[in-house]
């Protein structure tokens, strides 16, 4: 998702400096434009809005907190935009830390998967300053269409802990009246021109039960990073003291998806253990 969006940017026009952990990763970026940078310090030092999008927590709390990283190098008024599905906590305190330096922060995770992305038409859902926000917003509709600041830093990460929580539960739904139909001799894909129109109708039925029928589970999104998500919201949850049997159901699930060998397959894999 990451590629995508920051080529969108490039072809906006927009000056990118560009680092991965793995630079094979960035070639095309790099063909389009975009200045390979060799660490996030040199990136940060040579940028006035540095943009992530990483796989875990951990990544996130190393990329903006380590000796090395985002923070302990960029310039007082420069912007930080962390695009991770990430911890609200975290997110928290990285703002804390960034507004004693200085630095306005921003939290916008996303939702649209790889179409999404590479389309430009990702939901962005933003924690932070309302000043900070209008100032990076041309920033997000080069990436996004539903863009909305939610709140205060940390609201980006409740709001898409919703997103995920919807999310949970409404795959089973899907695996489960496919499967359904399968069983009780029907076309599932004719069934589909039915009810992705109607009231069950949802992001994940329109696209990604086609590529349940047809068996193709490449990732858009990984089963892996779904269940950090899931994992996320679920702890959160239970801060509030709130109980969330669905979100518990899919989580487990999942889990035992992975634990066959498929962590790495998009979340639409989850039929798997209806079929």
């Given at each position: 998702m990451g590629k995508s969006m920051?080529?969108?940017?490039?072809?906006?026009?927009?000056?990118?400096?560009?680092?991965?952990?793995?630079?094979?990763?960035?070639?095309?970026?790099?063909?389009?434009?975009?200045?390979?940078?060799?660490?996030?310090?040199?990136?940060?030092?040579d940028s006035d809005?540095?943009?992530?999008?990483?796989?875990?927590?951990?990544?996130?709390?190393?990329?903006?907190?380590?000796?090395?990283?985002?923070?302990?190098n960029l310039k007082s008024g420069s912007y930080i935009i962390d695009m991770t599905t990430s911890s609200p906590l975290l997110t928290e305190k990285i703002a804390s830390i960034a507004k004693e330096k200085g630095i306005h922060s921003l939290d916008?995770?996303?939702?649209?998967?790889?179409?999404g992305a590479r389309n430009g038409k990702l939901t962005i859902m933003v924690g932070g300053e309302q000043q900070a926000f209008k100032t990076v917003l041309p920033l997000f509709q080069v990436m996004g269409e539903?863009?909305?600041?939610?709140?205060?830093?940390?609201?980006?990460?409740?709001?898409?802990?919703?997103?995920?929580?919807?999310?949970a539960s409404n795959m089973i739904g899907v695996c489960e009246a496919i499967t359904y139909a399968e069983k009780a001799?029907?076309?599932?894909?004719?069934?589909?021109?039915?009810?992705?129109?109607?009231?069950a109708g949802s992001w994940s039925l329109t696209n990604l039960a086609p590529r349940m029928i047809k068996g193709d589970y490449e990732p858009g999104f990984y089963v892996k990073h779904f269940i950090k998500d899931m994992t996320i919201a679920l702890e959160t949850a239970k801060e509030m003291n709130l109980t969330t049997p669905g979100l518990e159901l899919s989580l487990s699930l999942y889990q035992r998806l992975a634990e066959s060998g498929e962590e790495d397959s998009g979340t639409q894999a989850l039929i798997k253990l209806f079929k």
């Open positions: 920051a080529k969108n940017l490039l072809q906006a026009g927009y000056n990118l400096n560009t680092y991965t952990r793995t630079k094979s990763k960035a070639v095309e970026l790099i063909e389009l434009g975009a200045t390979w940078k060799d660490s996030v310090a040199e990136l940060a030092s809005i540095v943009i992530s999008i990483v796989g875990y927590p951990s990544d996130v709390e190393q990329i903006y907190l380590s000796e090395n990283g985002v923070l302990n916008a995770p996303v939702s649209g998967g790889d179409i539903n863009i909305i600041l939610q709140g205060e830093s940390g609201a980006g990460q409740h709001t898409k802990m919703c997103n995920q929580i919807t999310i001799g029907l076309n599932p894909e004719r069934v589909l021109e039915s009810i992705t129109t109607g009231a």
